[in-house]
T-cell receptor, first 115, second 113 residues
Framework: DTGVSQDPRHKITKRGQNVTFRCDPI?????LYWYRQTLGQGPEFLTY????????KSRLLSDRFSAERPKGSFSTLEIQRTEQGDSAMYLC?????????????FGPGTRLLVL | AQKVTQAQTEISVVEKEDVTLDCVYE???????LFWYKQPPSGELVFLIR??????QNEISGRYSWNFQKSTSSFNFTITASQVVDSAVYFC??????????FGTGTRLKVLA
């Protein structure tokens, strides 16, 4: 049983460029989450999907951020016109929701550095 | 509002010592879930335990044990006979039974040989 995978693991970009990250959840998991983690802090919720539907977006997710999960499997997170403040670790997690109980399993993250 | 506080920013112990990581939470939900995750230098968050609010029974798993006390809103984590491989950042998290997790700021544990 493979875990959550994320690609790329590291990304360095210049301010103003667009970047896209990919997350592949654990197969048969119907929920997928994106979190952002800055240095010295815990992960902060950004958005989540149940199957292909995006059910909530955090206030942290500005208009420059967009996430998709087109077929209810993998997901992409795109940041347009990156800013230095976007530098962080972007974590993806997946879970199987049943009987109102769930545990989120996290991927290795994508570390973004905006120069 | 929900909140998780991990007051210990960093702890250093010598190998084989016992160490307790503190976690205090705030929530108005009557049903909620508490979690501990380990984040080694590689960055991946590794799930350790989930505890439901209606189950206050303490749990032991090998060298790990967890003490859940609703009366003090605490969910503390003890590592017995610590090892160098236990060195990592440990996060406590809270979920109100819906979806998103609220994480604390983490405790960095350094186990010295």
């Amino acid at each position: 049983d493979t875990g959550v995978s994320q690609d790329p693991r590291h990304k360095i970009t210049k301010r103003g460029q667009n970047v896209t990250f990919r997350c592949d959840p654990i197969s048969e998991h119907n929920r997928l989450y994106w979190y952002r983690q800055t240095l010295g802090q815990g992960p902060e919720f950004l958005t989540y999907f149940q199957n292909e539907a995006q059910l909530e977006k955090s206030r942290l997710l500005s208009d420059r951020f967009s996430a998709e999960r087109p077929k209810g499997s993998f997901s992409t997170l795109e940041i347009q016109r990156t800013e230095q403040g976007d530098s962080a670790m972007y974590l993806c997690a997946s879970s199987l929701i049943w009987d109102s109980r769930e545990t989120q399993y996290f991927g290795p993250g994508t570390r973004l550095l905006v120069l | 509002a929900q909140k998780v506080t991990q007051a210990q920013t960093e702890i250093s112990v010598v190998e084989k010592e016992d160490v307790t990581l503190d976690c205090v939470y705030e929530t108005r939900d009557t049903t909620y879930y508490l979690f501990w995750y380990k984040q080694p230098p590689s960055g991946e968050l590794v799930f350790l335990i989930r505890r439901n609010s209606f189950d206050e029974q303490n749990e032991i798993s090998g060298r790990y044990s967890w003490n859940f006390q609703k009366s003090t809103s605490s969910f503390n984590f003890t590592i017995t006979a610590s090892q160098v491989v236990d060195s990592a950042v440990y996060f406590c998290a809270l979920s109100g039974g819906t979806y998103k997790y609220i994480f604390g700021t983490g405790t960095r544990l350094k186990v010295l040989a």
